[in-house]
């Protein structure tokens, strides 16, 4: 009877979640920059929210976890920033040891105005960015102000130039062609002892970048893709050639003869408002998942 109690207390001592001390990723939001729904829509995709049949989506954002260390980071402060960083505290206590910004369009760093003295008047919170964007923040307001008071520490980056987190978690930034009006653009690959995470939020067109995207699928664990668009007829009064992104239908055919554990390792993201994939019973929705692929979700969890 003894044998057997210590036994039980071994086991729930070697494998309760509590005593994990693997890294993870969250998934913090999934929505394009401007969220879901968006100011101004008044069509049936974001009445939807309004007639109470759906919920409210945040801005695209990944948050790592490093329970070994109790260390956290976020990869873009988006305008969901407050509610991102509260969920993030209730999952991991502590202050957050740094901040990753893709590039300068809205959804991926105004967060970080909640750093500033008429909010959270944070201490020299550490914000990894590429030259050019540690530019914009030094030479805009109010996004100077964060560092003449203190709130943030700007920390230049180069591309694929690796910054060890810790001594078993790395990140790497990697330029991708994007509309640069402010900054360059990077996506960023994250690395474990155990698992690599490519993110790439946003980009122009796969062929126009520099890297083969199918050779980094093969490559890498876990993807999470620009999925802003399924199709070029979503946004009928745009011209698409403007705000230019791989649709979810093409990437897909640009992926169709990967194999099945290759292909579920794609988890599209970033989605603008129009995309059915924010509807989980839309017929886009069931090809993606049916064809093999994945949609990335809040709370989504990934142990490294």
């Not at 069509?43 to 954002?61: A, F, G, I, L, M």
């Not at 030259?131 to 920390?155: A, E, V």
């Not at 979503?234 to 290759?262: G, T, W, Y």
Request: charged share 25%.
């Amino acid at each position: 009877m003894i044998y057997r109690l210590l036994l039980i207390c071994f086991l729930f001592i070697s494998f309760h979640p509590k005593n994990d001390k693997t890294p993870f990723l969250i998934i913090s939001g999934i929505a394009q920059d401007a969220g879901y729904p968006q100011i101004g829509c008044e069509k049936n995709c974001c009445k939807r929210y309004w007639e109470h049949k759906t919920k409210k989506e945040k801005v695209s954002c990944l948050a790592l976890v490093d329970p070994a260390t109790n260390q956290k980071w976020i990869f873009d402060a988006t305008p969901d920033f407050i509610e991102q960083t509260h969920a993030l505290e209730n999952i991991q206590k502590g202050n957050l040891a740094g901040i990753f910004i893709t590039h300068a369009h809205i959804g991926h760093y105004t967060g970080l105005m909640y750093l500033g003295r008429e909010a959270m008047n944070a201490k020299e919170t550490p914000v990894y960015a590429m030259p050019r964007m540690c530019d914009f923040i030094k030479t805009n307001g109010p996004w100077s102000q964060l560092i003449s008071l203190k709130n943030i520490q700007l920390q230049k980056i180069q591309a694929d130039s690796t910054i060890c987190l810790t001594n078993k978690i790395s990140v790497t930034p990697i330029l991708v062609p994007h509309r640069d009006e402010f900054s360059e653009t990077v996506g960023y690959l994250i690395k474990t002892e155990n698992k690599t995470v490519l993110f790439i939020p946003d980009i122009d067109k796969w062929q126009k970048w520099s890297k083969d995207i199918l050779t980094e699928i093969k490559n890498n664990d876990y993807l999470f893709l620009d999925g802003t668009f399924y199709s070029g007829q979503e946004l009928e009064r745009c011209n698409m050639a403007e705000i230019p992104h791989p649709f979810v239908k093409e990437s897909m055919e640009m992926f169709k003869d990967l194999i099945p554990n290759q292909k579920k390792k794609i988890w599209f993201i970033h989605f603008n408002h129009t995309n059915p994939l924010l509807d989980k019973s839309s017929k886009e929705y069931k090809e993606v998942k049916n064809k093999g692929f994945n949609v990335a979700y809040e709370n989504l969890k990934i142990l490294l």
